[in-house]
């Protein structure tokens, strides 16, 4: 039986971390819809989820066959390497050496793309792509917040809460999501999935934690710190390179 | 066929993106192998893996600012 304190990490950090791809993902979907109408854009997002619903069908039982430590320590390895490139980025966007990622521009752009190519086939296509890649972004992450702990189920769970939320939110609105502060969830997200990395890969090498799973969330307060210490080291650095 | 490629494309740059980022954390993942298997020091391992990815992070993060700068 899953306690609570075991299960909510995984199924928060599965959560905000899908809702940054479904956000992606609908922003392009939405922008195929807009120009070509629904139909393409339905059709080449349902196929990507149909080739998703597969691959996860057939790699998910391989993962019993693995044994739990060599699993924990490349997930975790795997893990640290996606959490932290993030941390990275939401660190220099938020400090200001880099531009914060606009959902408005990647509409407009999607726009223009699709605008010289009248073809329905290509504007399904542009969906179906979309949906595919962002929706792999989010089997990996329900699979490494997952699969070490025996916790599937939770992580599958908050990917799809984040999946029912940016669908219910985005059809109301009928617009693009711009509104969501994207690098503030990449921050979280970075934040989250470095603890992740961290206390799996020590895991994975049979070196057990004190506290156990409640030193997931000394470690994620030690990185939200580190992180927000390094912006305030280069915010003033940023403003003296554009001064 | 270009769909396989930015797929295979897009899951390179998922982790490897940084070839910097991605050696330092491998060899500081070595270092904690060698702490937790070679001396057998568990405690070890978890501080080497810890500060070691804060180090990691450190550093990349440094290195983008002074590419943006430069």
Not at chain 1, 116 to 127: F, G, Q, T, Y
Not at chain 1, 142 to 166: K, S, W, Y
Not at chain 2, 25 to 51: C, D, K, N, S
Request: hydrophobic share 65%.
């Amino acid at each position: 039986m899953l306690d609570l304190a075991t299960a909510a990490p995984a199924v928060g950090a599965a959560f905000v971390a899908s809702t940054v791809e479904v956000v992606e993902a609908f922003t392009i979907v939405l922008a195929v819809a807009t120009l070509r109408g629904w139909r393409p854009a339905l059709t080449g997002a349902v196929a990507a989820l149909g080739v998703l619903a597969i691959m996860v069908a057939a790699l998910g039982p391989l993962l019993n066959l693995v044994p739990l430590h060599g699993l924990q320590l490349v997930i975790g390895i795997l893990l640290l390497l996606f959490g932290l490139g993030w941390l990275r980025k939401a660190v220099l966007r938020a400090s200001g050496f880099m531009a914060l990622h606009d959902e408005d521009a990647i509409f407009d752009r999607e726009r223009a793309k699709i605008g010289d190519e009248v073809a329905d086939v290509i504007a399904m296509l542009a969906s179906f792509k979309a949906v595919l890649l962002e929706g792999l972004e989010v089997v990996f992450i329900v699979l490494a917040v997952g699969a070490g702990r025996g916790l599937m189920i939770p992580a599958a769970l908050g990917a799809l809460g984040a999946f029912v939320v940016v669908m219910t939110f985005g059809l109301m609105v009928r617009k693009p999501l711009a509104r969501v502060p994207e690098n503030t969830l990449k921050f979280g997200v970075g934040v989250m999935l470095s603890a992740f990395g961290v206390f799996w890969t020590c895991e994975g090498l049979g070196a057990p934690w004190p506290g156990d799973d409640l030193a997931l969330f000394g470690l994620a307060g030690a990185f939200l710190v580190i992180a927000l210490g390094l912006v305030a080291i280069l915010k003033p650095r940023a403003a003296a390179a554009t001064a | 066929m270009s769909v396989v490629l930015e797929v295979l494309e897009e899951l390179w740059s998922m982790f490897v993106g940084d070839r910097r980022l991605t050696l330092l954390l491998l060899a500081v993942v070595a270092l904690g192998a060698a702490a937790a298997y070679l001396i057998r020091q568990p405690m070890l391992a978890i501080a080497v893996v810890f500060l070691g990815a804060v180090g990691v992070l450190a550093d990349s993060v440094f290195q983008g600012a002074r590419k943006a700068k430069g």
